[in-house]
């Protein structure tokens, strides 16, 4: 079952922040966050395991609640070059199955 | 080094032709996915490999469509006969293994249109 995003969509002004939540009604081994640009195809930002550990990428972090099958991406200070489509991949058996996206668009 | 390579880059056809698409993974990935991705589906995968060999093709939507994987350098996608609802991007994407911490490397993707 494909994991449920949340914001569909987000409107920034530079320099503000945002949360963009996954959720799954399936067990979680990993997420992983992804960010693909117009016309482009995703590229990799992080993985999380279990352990709710937290982790990095520019000042784009991550956390993962297994007990709560919940994963946020955490976006500071936005920049122009945040904007994009943002996936969490949830990892069950193997197979790596993409949320349904959020739209994230920074304004000067 | 090269990162995933997929062509064509755009395919227009008309509907009932075949298509093939085509993808090359990074050199010495021994996991290959394909997804596609549509507005109103997202991103869904289709089938992957594993060593070559087809693991799970339970995504792939109808008989129409068949993947191969002849050798650890090469795959092939094929849409039979092709329809206007296949249209969309479809995506190619390797990584290291199957194993939870593995990311996947996508290549640059085929925008396919069927007329």
């Known amino acids: 079952q494909q994991p449920v995003q949340s914001p569909q969509a987000v409107i920034l002004r530079e320099g503000e922040d945002a949360v963009i939540n996954c959720s799954s009604s399936?067990?979680?081994?990993?997420v992983h966050w992804y960010r693909q640009k117009h016309g482009e195809a995703p590229v990799f930002l992080m993985i999380?395991?279990?352990?709710?550990e937290q982790k990095g990428h520019e000042k784009i972090s991550a956390s993962f609640n297994e007990k709560k099958q919940q994963s946020s991406l955490y976006l500071t200070a936005s920049q122009l070059s945040y904007s994009g489509t943002y996936f969490c991949?949830?990892?069950?058996?193997?197979?790596?199955?993409f949320g349904t996206g959020t739209r994230l668009t920074i304004i000067p | 080094d090269a990162g995933v390579i997929q062509s064509p880059r755009h395919e227009v056809t008309e509907m009932g032709q075949e298509v093939t698409l085509r993808c090359k993974p990074i050199?010495?990935?021994?996991?290959l996915f394909w997804y596609r991705q549509t507005m109103m589906r997202g991103l869904e995968l289709l089938i992957y490999?594993?060593?070559?060999?087809?693991?799970?093709d339970s995504g792939m939507p109808e008989d129409r469509f068949s993947a191969k994987m002849p050798n650890a350098s090469f795959s092939t996608l094929k849409i039979q006969p092709s329809e206007p609802r296949d249209s969309a991007v479809y995506f190619c994407?390797?990584?290291?293994?199957?194993?939870?911490?593995?990311?996947?490397?996508f290549g640059s993707g085929t925008q396919l249109s069927v007329l």
């Open positions: 999380l395991l279990k352990g709710g």
């Open positions: 050199s010495g990935h021994n996991s």
């Open positions: 399936k067990a979680l081994y990993s």
């Open positions: 994407a390797s990584s290291s293994g199957l194993a939870v911490n593995e990311k996947l490397f």
């Open positions: 490999f594993n060593n070559n060999v087809p693991i799970d």
């Open positions: 991949g949830l990892r069950v058996n193997e197979k790596l199955t």
